[in-house]
């Protein structure tokens, strides 16, 4: 069974749980703990296959954005940013943190692999009041090549839910890139080891 771990990021009180806890029991809970760290686990079946999901939700509470990051950054296979519409700081730390994915990423992988991420605009139902406009996201999205769509976590699951299922097909994917690239790679110095050893053998012969 496939192992996906998936970190949400956030300014506090953008949404992040209400967020998740709408994809994991398709209901919406109003105030939650702030002040722990969280680590969910769930079953999942997606497009047949069956995977164990653990979504790591880091307690925000006065943090900088690269504090937030320290943990989940080198553990994840995916990243939620989440971003409150009606807040337009909450947008520029989301603007913070795709950066710092993007380059913590990039320096691990020596520019490999891009890990999926979704940028969410949350509390849509709010929109009345926004600062941030669904345009914006959507460019910031596009600039660092992650999936985007605004979100209302209070009024509705569908979209939600199927983002979640977009990503974490994403995640699926890239894990089999890189367990593949793995392989090849690792067959590849097999094959240097056994022609060093026996191919200079055979020369000497
Ligand atoms: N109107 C509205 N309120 C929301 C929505 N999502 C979350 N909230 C409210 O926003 C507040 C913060 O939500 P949380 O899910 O705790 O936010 P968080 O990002 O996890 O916050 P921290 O854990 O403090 O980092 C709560 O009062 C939620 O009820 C939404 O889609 N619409």
Redesign the pocket.
């Known amino acids: 069974m496939n192992n996906i771990k998936l970190a949400?990021l956030?300014?506090?009180?953008?949404?992040?749980?209400?967020?998740?806890?709408?994809f994991l029991t398709k209901r919406?809970?109003?105030?939650?703990?702030?002040?722990a760290n969280s680590l969910y686990r769930k079953r999942l079946s997606i497009d047949g296959r069956q995977l164990n999901l653990e979504v790591f939700?880091?307690?925000?509470?006065g943090t900088e954005a690269r504090c937030i990051l320290e943990e989940p950054v080198d553990w994840a296979d995916g990243f939620v940013v989440?971003y409150?519409i009606n807040d337009r700081t909450s947008f520029i730390n989301a603007e913070n943190i795709l950066h710092q994915i993007r380059e913590t990423r990039m320096e691990n992988s020596k520019g490999e692999f891009e890990v999926p991420v979704c940028l969410m605009g949350?509390?849509?139902?709010?929109s009345h009041v926004r600062q941030v406009c669904e345009e914006e996201g959507r460019l910031l999205a596009q600039e660092n090549r992650c999936l985007f769509q605004e979100?209302?976590?209070?009024?509705s699951y569908q979209e939600i839910d199927s983002l979640f299922t977009r990503l974490i097909r994403d995640m699926m994917e890239h894990l089999k890139y890189r367990a593949d690239r793995r392989r090849y790679s690792g067959s590849k110095s097999m094959a240097k080891l056994i022609n060093n050893v026996f191919g200079k053998r055979r020369k000497s012969v």
């Open positions: 949400l956030g300014s506090q009180g953008a949404g992040k749980s209400a967020v998740l806890v709408r919406f809970i109003g105030e939650y703990a702030s002040n939700d880091p307690c925000s509470q989440v409150n949350n509390k849509q139902d709010l979100v209302s976590a209070a009024e």
